[in-house]
């Protein structure tokens, strides 16, 4: 079994006193309002932990209450039948449509409302002759007024819902005898059923009379708007092949691209044209077969090339002059006079092109030119023929519904057409459906589930009391920088030591209480380092264990080689002088009123070796007697000669003695009963001292249960820690 848990600390690095608590015990900078009353999730979740069994005793009573409450109410049973409403046709978009239309909504409310009505439940009173079933109507109503009644009983005892959007409809009848449930859910149906067919057949017919007269009327105003629309087709001359546009309309696309080209074959015959006289004008006859594209230019210039060759050969041989260089000179004129004839030609040939292009698209611009004026007048026309054509079309699709119209309403006449289906038959139920005993059971567990944890939320509210480190950080707004363990009445009998916990630590000074303890004190001494400590101890509340940690502390570290000294300044209670029993000549009264020097009135604990400043039966008398200079003094003049000096001064919220001392003191630590200490209570005193400026706090957190001082500490691994220990 777990007796408890070492405590928890945070070794840091060196710092001044000042600061000492900020650091071992965590910072205060996230303090929150811990004064409004509230509960969150975890709260809620730690509080259903530790108050289980109020939780599963308000459970167990709702769910057998509710269980209870099953077996006091008559069984009811419900039969359900299924219905098809054929949707009624009021005028012809919704013939049209046909089945694609999307159901009705007013329609199948009317619909449902006339499966309920008087008539149609009256038609099943009559049927099943339910005026006579005394179980329904009563033995006391009067003979006259059993048909009346039963149609309200039955009135009430049927439910009928439409099946999400669908044009299905359920028929539920609630009786208190199955078969006579689903009968009168089977009657209804098939009265509904009776009763809309012969409303379906009248309606058709009265209906047909109507469209025929309507049809006929239509069919002349649609003869009449198709004779308009084409007498003023042929009056304006406006023709259409049957496909998009007029003709006219479609001729402008073909020939504006043989004008394109055109022009552009034009302007290709000019641009040649225009070179080829450029060449010739300027004697490039090497140049014209490639720019003429001419095979006999070609020719000739290649005879002109070995002409050209020849003559350089006869004149290097013989000179200019000879008649061989005359004879090839003229051989070259002759050459070049053919070229210059069939350059001639070519161009000749090249205008001619020219011209004819150029004809041709003139003659195609003139003609566009001409479908475009008479295209602008179609215009005008072609919109007025499209809205002849628009109204006919509408009176041909307006006569169209209505032949449909008419061939519906010839179905209806016949009874062809259902005015409504039945689905689904309705069967006797094999169980009742009211009262649903599982679901009480699963109802009256979720209340009082509901109920419970309200329960547990409400005792949370009204104390919410601290279990864990983080909850102090949390709803507190200071750090734990330890978890003391409780010492059981058990363990001080085993231990054969006093009845208190500082009594126990000298006992078994391997316990778990004294390891939790040493902890502590050695996270405090690591961080002052040679320095003195003062430290106050305070609560928020009486009865939170500030005395015992005073104590205990102070033995623990005295016995590990400290120089301790511990201050009662307590003065109303006196509790630490009065538990440790130790009678000495002066007090701290005395002390501070300058009728005793500090080393007359310290006494030492022989059981540890830490020294104590008791407090006087007297010392309460003098006004604020620890707010004087001469406190500040003596706290002052303990520099030095101590290593450590604890102060156990009264609570927070009862005496403002304690804010004094903190106010003078390196640090504070704050005592908190766990499972006890309200978080309001705690964070209240803190605010306090932080209102006075004191903000080097620091929370201890002692433990009553074992268990729970193990959870806070370390969670769910803390079992195989024990071994570690004596006690």
């Known amino acids: 079994m777990n007796d408890g848990i070492v405590a928890q600390s945070i070794a840091l690095p060196h710092r001044s006193p000042k600061s000492l608590l900020r650091g071992w015990i965590g910072s205060n900078d996230q303090h929150g309002d811990g004064g409004t009353p509230s509960i969150s999730i975890s709260d809620l979740v730690r509080g259903m932990r530790h108050r289980w069994r109020m939780f599963a005793v308000i459970v167990v009573l709702v769910t057998a209450l509710f269980v209870a409450l099953s077996f006091v109410f008559p069984d009811r049973y419900t039969a359900e039948a299924s219905l098809r409403i054929e949707p009624g046709v009021r005028n012809t978009a919704q013939i049209t449509q046909g089945d694609n239309r999307p159901p009705d909504e007013a329609l199948i409310n009317t619909e449902v409302s006339l499966i309920r009505s008087r008539d149609v439940v009256g038609a099943v009173v009559d049927e099943l002759g339910l005026a006579n079933d005394i179980d329904l109507v009563g033995a006391e109503t009067p003979a006259d007024d059993r048909r009346d009644a039963a149609i309200s009983a039955v009135t009430d005892a049927l439910t009928v819902e439409r099946e999400g959007s669908s044009y299905l409809v359920t028929i539920e009848a609630t009786m208190a005898e199955p078969q006579k449930a689903a009968d009168v859910a089977n009657a209804v149906a098939a009265q509904y059923v009776a009763i809309r067919s012969t409303s379906t ?66 302007a290709e015959a000019a641009a040649k044209l225009a070179s080829a006289r450029s060449e010739i004008a300027g004697g490039g006859i090497g140049a014209l077969s490639e720019n003429l594209n001419s095979g006999v230019i070609t020719e000739l210039q290649k005879q002109r090339a070995e002409i050209v060759r020849e003559r350089g050969e006869v004149i290097t041989r013989y000179g200019p002059n000879h008649p061989a260089t005359i004879e090839a000179n003229q051989k070259l004129n002759d050459i070049d006079n053919q070229i210059r004839a069939e350059a001639q030609r070519i161009e000749s040939k090249l205008a001619s092109d020219a011209r004819a292009t150029a004809a041709s698209a003139a003659s195609l611009r003139a003609r566009l030119n001409g479908l475009q004026a008479r295209q602008a007048s179609d215009a005008r026309h072609q919109v007025t023929a499209e809205s002849l054509e628009r109204e006919a079309q509408n009176q041909r699709e307006a006569y169209q519904e209505l032949s449909q119209a008419a061939q519906f309403a010839r179905q209806q006449r016949e009874g062809t057409l259902p005015a409504g289906t039945i689905a689904q038959q309705a069967l006797a139920p094999s169980s009742p459906s009211f009262p649903n005993r599982p679901l009480f059971l699963v109802l009256g567990a979720f209340v009082g589930c509901f109920l419970g944890a309200g329960a547990v939320g409400w005792r949370e509210m009204s104390g919410q009391p601290l279990l864990s480190p983080q909850e102090v950080m949390e709803k507190v707004g200071v750090g734990c920088g330890g978890v003391l363990p409780p010492v059981t009445p058990k363990l ?74 511990v201050i009662d300044c307590d003065l109303r209670r006196r509790a630490l002088t009065r538990e440790l029993g130790i009678e000495a000549r002066s007090s701290l009264g005395d002390v501070l009123s300058g009728d005793a020097r500090l080393e007359e009135a310290v006494v030492t604990d022989f059981a540890s070796g830490m020294y104590v400043l008791t407090a006087g039966e007297g010392d309460n008398r003098a006004l604020d007697i620890l707010g004087q200079p001469e406190m500040y003094d003596m706290l002052s003049d303990l520099r030095g000669r101590f290593d450590l000096v604890l102060i156990d001064t009264p609570p927070v919220l009862a005496v403002a003695d304690a804010r004094t001392i903190a106010a003078m ?23 306090r001292l932080q209102a006075d400026g004191i903000l080097n706090l620091g929370a201890i957190l002692t433990f009553t249960q074992p268990s729970k001082a193990a959870r806070a500490a370390m969670g769910h691994s803390h079992g195989n820690y024990d071994s570690y220990y004596a006690d």
């Open 492 to 565: 001080i009998r085993k231990a054969g030591s006093g009845r208190a916990m500082w009594e126990y630590v000298v006992a078994r000074p391997t316990s778990k209480y004294a390891e939790a303890l040493r902890h502590i004190r050695r996270a405090i001494r690591s961080d002052v380092r040679g320095k003195t400590g003062i430290y106050a101890i305070t609560s928020a509340v009486p009865g939170e264990g500030k005395t015992s940690l005073t104590l205990s502390l102070g033995r623990v570290a005295a016995m590990a080689g400290d120089r301790v000294l």
């Open 665 to 687: 003191s390196d640090g504070t630590i704050f005592s908190i009963l766990a499972d006890s200490t309200p978080a309001g209570s705690a964070s209240a005193a803190v605010r």
């Open 201 to 266: 057949v009248e309606d058709g017919n009265d209906r047909l009379e109507n469209i025929e007269e309507q049809m006929s009327s239509m069919r002349a105003n649609l003869d009449d708007a198709e004779q308009r629309a084409a007498n003023f087709r042929a009056s304006r001359g406006i023709v259409s092949d049957g496909t998009s546009g007029t003709v006219t309309q479609q001729q402008i696309a073909p020939i504006s691209m043989q004008l394109a080209t055109a022009e552009a074959q034009a």
